[in-house]
């Protein structure tokens, strides 16, 4: 039990990035970008070329929630809202698709 | 057990240097954090659900398509790409007009809001080039099931697009007849975390439908 003289928990806000920091993070992700482009016209494996797909989408997707969403910087509540909607949304349609085969093909 | 007095004013206040809210003032809320900005934040966790759904219909049915051309016949991936760069290069100017707020620079703020719908606009007419043209090849709305669920996603990601092109506009105006003040800011920030959103789903569509064939 806690006492009105205790101090309350204040989650106070990081300091964001600067705008140069910000341009610097666009030219990342348009280099993300360029290289997932690049990816498409490079003869491989599916299952390889997927994955690769998919790890720089989950990078260019985190990056951009992160700094220019500010997520990382801003209160967990935030964060906890967000990121249970995400969870959800992927654990439920993965279990769909997987229902209708859609991974092997067998639809 | 707390008492109401512990309660935190939201954060935002904090960053801007103003008193801590107490109950009954304007401001406080029981969470510590600005109710608006956490009602976006739940809007944005339920819009997840809502184009997972959208994303995974367009998987169940891209290969299902009995007649017409299917949509991964007819993509243009240097122009999606471009369209991509486009979407990408609007979240940058987004934040950059936040930060000018922040700062205090009503006119830098401006000119990013504008350059952010700008690039909305663009983006919304390569879309609909798109359309037009996979129309006249041949895959219209009914043409097949793959053709339905690709426009069905697509298009209400456009019309989240401009909605946000909208809203940026919307800003724009209150800035010029100064009822956006330095102290507001968290009213682009919150616009700002919609059109970041819109940026993301995005990024899974490009890689997920567009890139994966």
């Given amino acids: 039990m806690t006492t009105a003289t205790e ?34 016209y490079v003869n491989m494996d599916f299952l390889v070329y997927a994955l690769i797909l998919g790890v720089l989408m989950v990078v260019k997707f985190s990056t951009v929630v992160m700094f220019f969403m500010h997520l990382r910087f801003d209160s967990r509540l935030f964060r906890w809202v967000f990121v249970t909607g995400v969870t959800l949304a992927v654990i439920v349609y993965t279990i769909v698709l997987l229902t209708f085969h859609v991974f092997n093909g067998r639809v | 057990m707390s008492t109401v007095e512990e309660r935190t004013p939201p954060v935002g206040q904090h960053q801007l240097g103003h008193h ?64 991509s760069f486009v979407l990408l290069m609007s979240s940058m ?17 401006r000119v990013w809001l504008v350059t952010t719908a700008l690039l909305g606009a663009t983006f919304i007419s390569g879309q609909v080039y798109e359309f037009t043209s996979f129309v006249k090849e041949g895959m219209g709305y009914t043409t097949n099931t793959a053709s339905s669920a690709f426009y ?29 003040p330095q102290e507001r800011s ?5 616009v700002g975390l919609y059109w970041h959103f819109v ?3 995005w990024i899974v569509i490009f890689t997920v439908v567009y890139l994966i064939p």
């Fill in chain 1, 7 to 40: 101090a309350p928990h204040v989650e106070h806000e990081h300091a964001h990035p600067s705008d140069l920091q910000y341009v610097m993070i666009a030219m990342f992700l348009a280099v993300v970008t360029g290289a997932e482009v690049g990816l498409y």
């Fill in chain 2, 20 to 83: 801590e809210a107490k109950p009954g003032e304007h401001g406080w809320t029981q969470t510590g954090v600005s109710n608006e900005k956490l009602g976006m934040w739940v809007f944005l966790g339920s819009e997840c659900l809502l184009f997972g759904g959208l994303i995974s219909t367009y998987m169940l049915y891209k290969h299902t398509a009995v007649q017409g051309p299917r949509p991964h016949d007819l993509y243009d991936i240097p122009f999606t790409s471009v369209s």
């Fill in chain 2, 93 to 109: 100017t987004m934040v950059l007009a936040l930060a000018a707020l922040q700062r205090g620079d009503h006119h830098r703020c």
């Fill in chain 2, 152 to 180: 069905t996603l697509t298009g209400f990601h456009g019309v989240h697009v401009s909605i946000g092109i909208i809203m940026l506009m919307s800003l724009f105006v209150m800035s010029l007849r100064g009822r956006l």
């Fill in chain 2, 186 to 190: 968290e009213i682009v920030e919150i």
């Fill in chain 2, 199 to 201: 940026d993301i789903v």
